[in-house]
């Protein structure tokens, strides 16, 4: 009895370290694809799981997408997306409610069973990824054997996946943040690369600009770059005067 309550003590720790590893993933300013790719592994770490995947919501196709698993099974990885409000992930995903089922192989409802005999996959605990009340995707985990997923456990994946959707939603956030700051200094250099091109060679702003595009073209280069090498090249003109 004493042995069984130091194990429960020990997992108790462990999911508590792993929901703290999530929630620390919320201010790391990490690029989206690691951040996903370490959401799965903590996932499957501490659900003990054959395979651990995360979907997410394309709300133009409203579809969801498997973005990471630390699977390496290839028939897995490549599955068909699913649309939302079918299979197992979509109705989650729509109803932003979990579901658990004991045998996916033996579930109407799962819609790659063929898959799930191939890899040994057996049962399922899927919860939904949602911010503020809005499902960006799902979080699944698969065990080998048929296992009845306790309260517990579903409260541990339910506070996991619930991280998670607040650790993507703030990189998504920082990524048009940054994707914003870049079009604005790629549009000021071009500006500037403009400006010097049609004093220097006494043509229109507009026939400067056109020129840089079809350099851009011609190099298959950036915008960016060739207004940079434009701005170079004008700045050595300068020093060597």
């Not at 995707?137 to 619930?162: R, V």
């Not at 200094?185 to 220097?200: C, G, H, N, P, Y």
């Amino acid at each position: 009895m004493a042995t069984k309550k130091k194990d429960n003590f020990k997992i108790y720790i462990k999911q508590i370290e792993a929901i703290s590893k999530v929630a620390n993933l919320i201010t790391s300013g990490m690029y989206l694809e690691e951040l996903l790719r370490l959401l799965v592994q903590v996932t499957a770490e501490i659900m003990n799981s054959k395979i651990s995947s995360l979907m997410l919501l394309d709300p133009d196709k409203k579809e969801l997408v498997v973005r990471a698993t630390q699977s390496i099974s290839e028939a897995y990885n490549k599955k068909p997306n699913i649309i939302l409000g079918e299979g197992i992930a979509g109705v989650v995903a729509q109803n932003n409610k979990p579901i658990c089922v004991e045998d996916v192989k033996a579930e109407p409802r799962y819609l790659n069973r063929d898959i799930a005999k191939k890899e040994g996959l057996c049962s399922l605990a899927c919860v939904p990824l949602a911010v503020k009340g809005r499902v960006i995707g799902a979080l699944n985990c698969y065990t080998s054997k048929k296992h009845k997923f306790s309260k517990h456990e579903l409260d541990i994946l339910t506070a996991l996946a619930n991280q998670a959707a607040i650790a993507i939603e703030n990189a998504e956030l920082d990524l048009r943040a940054r994707s914003a700051e870049e079009a604005l200094t790629t549009r000021k250099l071009v500006e500037r690369a403009k400006d010097i091109l049609s004093q220097e060679a006494n043509i229109l702003p507009s026939e400067a600009y056109r020129l840089i595009q079809k350099q851009s073209m011609d190099m298959r280069k950036s915008m960016r770059e060739v207004a940079e090498a434009i701005i170079l090249a004008k700045e050595i003109r300068s020093k060597k005067k």
